[in-house]
Nanobody, 121 residues
Framework: QVQLVESGGDLVQAGGSLRLSCVAS????????MGWYRQAPGEQRELVAV???????HYADSVKGRFTICSDNAKNTTYLVMNSLKAEDTAVYYC???????????????WGRGTQVTVSS
């Protein structure tokens, strides 16, 4: 079993910054990729940013140029650095990880429980 723990969510003013962290633990042979999603009240969960094991990244258009995703592979940790925050960024942010659970084993995805980010306008 794999567990993900997010942290770093807070209440900030528009224009401020936050750094979210997600630490993965448990049965992990290899992490294929990690990412961040968010869900605002009344909205569907949407992709924010993902990073593959090789370091390639992808961002939603709405956060491109403002958010940066990075990872510390040795610590099974991903970070989302959020700058120039807007009220529209208010949401629960969820960490997602795609893992291989063993050599020659199957792949699986896991979700964290989320961390609240609130941006006041």
């Amino acid at each position: 079993q794999v567990q993900l723990v997010e942290s770093g969510g807070d209440l900030v003013q528009a224009g401020g910054s936050l750094r979210l962290s997600c630490v993965a633990s448990g049965r992990i042979f290899r992490i294929n990729g990690m990412g961040w999603y968010r869900q605002a009240p009344g909205e569907q969960r949407e992709l924010v940013a993902v990073i593959a094991s090789g370091g390639s990244t992808h961002y939603a258009d709405s956060v491109k140029g403002r958010f940066t995703i990075c990872s510390d592979n040795a610590k099974n940790t991903t970070y989302l650095v959020m700058n120039s925050l807007k009220a529209e960024d208010t949401a629960v942010y969820y960490c997602n990880v795609a893992v291989r659970i063993g050599p020659g084993g199957s792949d699986a995805e896991y979700w964290g429980r989320g961390t609240q980010v609130t941006v006041s306008s």
